[in-house]
């Protein structure tokens, strides 16, 4: 079964620094990847997206993620954090499944990063 | 474009009560629908999905149901709630073939079950 691994529950950035988020993934074939962005009592927003082509995707908000399929990873970056990036982040996979004989594409989770910007 | 709705946004229900979140879609026909919960502290969990009309498909075993009797509207419920229902209910709706298959959220539902 499929899994992503998000290995920092909190992580403290001062405004303006560099971010970086780690995303590790299990999953047997070519995976969907996504990085998704959450604010306190909000809906998730989809920030990018990978399924094939560069490995290097770029997103809204100025973050990018890089596709490393040796590593299993997707890391998410941003080179200035702001302190409006202040939220929950999540890293997810997409899989296939079958249903009465159509597909559906549903998304494995991460359990999250907690990114704080001190001032 | 497409908009997601839900509602009610928040609920506070004890525990036994019947439970009824609404989630519908605009700008889109026949998407796949989804529901998840996100309980405190946790990431998310599907717990129903829907290619069609009146088809569902459950992942997770537990007291709460999903129905579609419509195109664009999905259906979260329960005839009892446990205390253990309290989350954020997040319904979404899938992006077109050809595309990632990323997935849209709405602003989601917080049930308090007391």
């Known amino acids: 079964a499929q899994s992503v691994t998000q290995p920092d529950i909190h992580i403290t950035v001062s405004e303006g620094a560099s971010l970086e988020l780690r995303c590790n993934y299990s999953y047997g074939a070519t995976p969907y990847l996504f990085w998704y962005v959450q604010s306190p009592g909000q809906g998730l927003q989809l920030l990018l997206k990978y399924f094939s082509g560069d490995t290097l995707v770029q997103g809204i908000k100025g973050f990018e993620a890089e596709f490393k399929r040796s590593q299993s990873s997707f890391n998410l970056r941003k080179p200035s954090v702001h302190w409006s990036d202040a939220a929950e982040y999540f890293c997810a996979v997409g899989v296939v499944m079958e249903y009465s004989g159509g597909g559906a594409d549903g998304l494995t989770f991460g359990k999250g990063t907690h990114l704080i910007i001190q001032p | 474009s497409q908009t997601i709705h839900q509602w009610p946004a928040t609920l506070v229900q004890p525990v036994g009560s019947p439970l009824s979140l609404e989630c519908t879609v605009e700008?889109?026909?026949?998407?796949?629908l989804y529901w998840y919960r996100q309980a405190a502290g946790r990431g998310l969990q599907l717990l129903f999905y829907s290619v069609g009309i009146g088809q569902i498909s459950s992942e997770v075993p537990q007291n709460l149901s999903a129905s579609r009797p419509q195109d664009r509207q999905f259906i979260l419920s329960s005839k009892k709630l446990l205390l253990s229902d309290s989350g954020f209910y997040l319904c979404a709706w899938r992006g077109e073939e050809g595309t990632a298959y990323e997935q849209y959220f709405g602003p989601g539902t917080r049930l308090t079950v007391t």
């Open positions: 700008g889109t026909s026949n998407p796949n």
